[in-house]
Every structure is written in C-alpha cells, then in structure tokens.
C-alpha cells in the first residue's frame, strides 16, 4: 500500500461518519484549543481511531479532530498536531494534511507556539507568518514524488499568502488586537536554542523560532492549499537575562494569548463566508 492507499483509506473513514464537505482547514498549536468554543461541534475523532494516522503524544496536545461549523461555515480541526521531535517520520508529521486535503479542504489555518527572537517582540504578542526558513528541519517531499499530491519542484515564493495577510489586519484592527507580522525559522527541537543559536536564527533573518508549522506549509502548498499561520510568541530567546525556557511556560504563554487567537481565526472565517 502507498501512502495513496493510506490518505484515502483515512478520509474514507472520516467520510463515513461525517457528511459535510469542509473547505477550512484548522491547526491548533500547544495550548490553543480555545478556538473550539467559538465552533458547533459536530463530530470528535481521536486520531487513534482514523486508519494510519499518527497519535499525539505532547503534553497539551489533545490528539482529535474535530468537525463542525463556525458561523454557517464547515471547519475541519486538528485539535494536536505531530511533530518530527516525537519520533515519527517527515511523512508522518504531514500525513493529516494530505487527509485533510483529500476532504477538501483548500485553505489552511495554522496556529503554533514560538520563541521570539526579534527584540521588538514580547511574550503573548501574535505573529503573522509572512515567510519560513526551512533549511535546519527535514524536508517533507524528500523521497519518491507522487504526481497526485503535487509536483515535484514546487513553487515557494509566498508559502503564507499576502491576501490572508491582509484580511489577518483587517480583521484584527477590527477587533483591537495587535498583530505582528514575521518570519519563522523552522527547527526541529526538542531542545530550546543556545542563546548563541537564538542570535544565529536572528542574524539568519527570522523573527520567530519553532519546532512546527514548516513541514506542514510545505505539504500545504505542495497540494495547493492557501495557508495563513499565527505564532503566539511565549518566550524571547535572544534576552540575555530571563532566558530559562521550560515546556510549561510556553504553555501558559500560548494559553493566554489563546483567545485572542482564537479571535482572529474567527474573523478571518467569518471574512472568507463574507467574501465567497
Ligand atoms: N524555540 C523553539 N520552539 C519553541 C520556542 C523556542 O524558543 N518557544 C516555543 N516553541
């Protein structure tokens, strides 16, 4: 069996106990579940129980998608997410975006936790991701290319569209919440950086360090999806002072900021309904 056989056997499974056909995708970083109140639920599916998909196993990370609607529009969320850090293979970590796809699904709301290394940056501010920097994680499309995900060499000239960008500050001026805007240096952790790595990736020209996201816009684009992704910033890694990082602050960083983010996702759903 290929991993054709694998995407279609999962989606088939999700098929069969939901019937709508969502477009939205969602992609809920440590801590960010809030975003679900916002929604009416109608279906929970512990990744355990799809064929072929990963299982979560980071604290924070509850492990389910969950399907439903958000103001008359069709959602599909990824409540946990996968990271090369766990143990699985590129391919595994980027397994439920081809699901996803397979649903339907063309446009992809990422959110994550990252460490600031700008220093105009504070802990809870929102990062729009206007730009990645892949190269210090393991490219997800090494390996035997499948024309039906996509091609071979794609395109990655505006991985995180400028259009989303865009509805991103209209619709956060509108509600009064900040937005940052930046670029995201992939890593694969699980260590936090050395300071000396946290200047590195600065100097490198990124704003923002992590250890998710970047595999999964790949994948995103490499299948023709368009992709908005916002970092909760819970930690400035280039302050020489305040720099002890634990998992459980990050946690609390992105928890706080979680409604705001939760926010703004709705206001670019509620936008995209509008517009269509
Ligand atoms: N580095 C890498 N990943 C992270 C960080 C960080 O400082 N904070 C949250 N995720």
């Keep these: 069996m290929s991993v054709l056989d694998h995407i279609k056997a999962a989606s088939s499974y999700i098929k069969s106990l939901y019937s709508g056909s969502p477009k939205i995708g969602v992609i809920l970083g440590s801590g960010l579940n809030g975003f679900v109140d916002f929604m009416k639920v109608d279906l929970e599916i512990n990744y355990a129980d799809i064929p072929h998909f990963p299982v979560s196993t980071v604290e924070g990370h509850s492990g389910k998608l969950i399907v439903g609607e958000m103001g008359g529009v069709n959602l599909v969320v990824m409540s946990g997410r996968f990271h090369y850090y766990e143990g699985y293979t590129p391919n595994e970590v980027v397994f439920p975006i081809r699901v996803l796809k397979n649903l339907g699904v063309d446009m992809l709301l990422i959110s994550n936790a990252a460490g600031g290394v700008n220093a105009n940056f504070n802990v809870g501010d929102l990062m729009m991701i206007k730009d990645h920097i892949s190269f210090a994680i393991v490219n997800p499309l090494l390996g035997k290319n499948f024309a039906e995900l996509g091609l071979r060499f794609p395109d990655m000239s ?111 759903i509620e936008k995209i309904k509008s517009a269509s």
């Excluded at 991985?159 to 890593?187: D, N, Q, R, T």
């Excluded at 790949?218 to 280039?238: E, K, N, P, R």
Aim: glycine content about 10%.
């Design 158 to 268: 505006e991985p995180y569209s400028k259009a989303f960008i865009k509805i991103g500050y209209e619709v956060a001026s509108s509600l009064g919440i900040e937005l940052k805007e930046g670029v995201y240096f992939g890593v694969t952790g699980p260590t936090f950086e050395t300071r000396a790595e946290y200047k590195l990736i600065r100097t490198l020209g990124a704003d923002a360090v992590g250890m998710s996201t970047v595999q999964e816009v790949i994948t995103a684009v490499h299948c023709g999806m368009t992709v908005f992704a916002l970092s909760v910033i819970t930690d400035i890694g280039i302050r020489e002072e305040e720099n002890v990082i634990t998992h459980a602050d990050v946690l609390d960083a992105a928890k706080d900021a979680a409604p705001n983010l939760a926010l703004v996702f709705k206001g670019i």
